[in-house]
């Protein structure tokens, strides 16, 4: 295959959107979508907060638009996991999809990070997005008058648990360890802990989901004693962490706790490479961010090729 004048890899909101303007741009920007094209969103049942919908838009609907209008303006788009890279060479950036090798001017780096779930490995899958999520801020608004349970006890679980109150008439807040080993920083540990709305369980994880079709309660288990004890609740939200998608890169870009670190904007240590979005960022991860910064790392790419020729 030629070189490319843009590769951009990753096909969420932040992949989508770059294409989008660097497309606009005349770069005509291969997207490499993964093995799950779009990203997190297409777990995503109604996304309320992307502005310009004010009825709101599915979340496969949302990518599907973005697709769609990143291929009219010239990106082409492939269904390849690269796996890969090799950026010795700044003018020739390699990278790879199994035995297959591409050649780019510019890279962009859009992989997202990919929330971490249960895992139990008991079906549990069958209740995303009925009841079983990884974003308060996205689905939150689903369950006013409701109960519900976070998971973990970092600054997420706590900012989320706090965030729910809004909606929910009651939250639950699950932590495996004892209060001592929350990690969450102490003033936000001293808001949960004082909000009337949300209650605290220490040394417990859940260890099975239960409901038909929808999420009706969870297992839990202490973790000191192995007693069993049932939850009702009717939503259940993952604050676990993150996992960037950052291992296809091996040492080729400076990571921080595994999340790529940027250079200015959307730069990084290679002048021809970008990055944007949740592969960057582990404090917003939102839609419209990794949107906003797929379209900082367009204009910047965009403008070191416009420097180069
Ligand atoms: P985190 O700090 O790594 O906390 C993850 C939590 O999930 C821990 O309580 C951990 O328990 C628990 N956990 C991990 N795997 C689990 C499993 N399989 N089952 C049950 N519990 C599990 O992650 P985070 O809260 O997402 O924060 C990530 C980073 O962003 C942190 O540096 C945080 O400070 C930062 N952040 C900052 C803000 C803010 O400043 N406002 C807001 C959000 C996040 P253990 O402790 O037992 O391992």
Known sequence: MEKQKLIIVGSGPSGFTAAIYAARAGLAPLVFEGSNPGGQLMGTSEV?????????ILGAQLMANMRTQAQKFGAKTEMKVIDRVDFDDA???KL??????????SVIIATGASARWLNLGKGEEKFWGKGYTACATCDGAFFRGKTVAVIGGGDTACEEAHFLTRFADKVFQIYRGPQEKMRASLPMQQRVQDHE????????TVTELRGEPILKSVELTDT???ETSELELDGLFMAIGHDPNTKFLGDSLELEKNYIR????AGTKIPSVFVAGDVVD???QQAITAAGHGCQAAMDAEHYLGNKS
């Open 282 to 284: 582990f404090r917003y």
């Open 224 to 226: 000191a004693t192995g």
């Open 91 to 93: 003018e020739n950036l």
């Open 197 to 204: 709305k949300i209650e605290l369980i220490f040394n417990k």
């Open 96 to 105: 790879f999809s199994g035995s297959e090798e591409f050649v780019a001017e």
């Open 48 to 56: 309320e907060n992307f502005p310009g919908f004010p009825d709101g």
């Open 262 to 265: 940027p250079v200015g904007a």
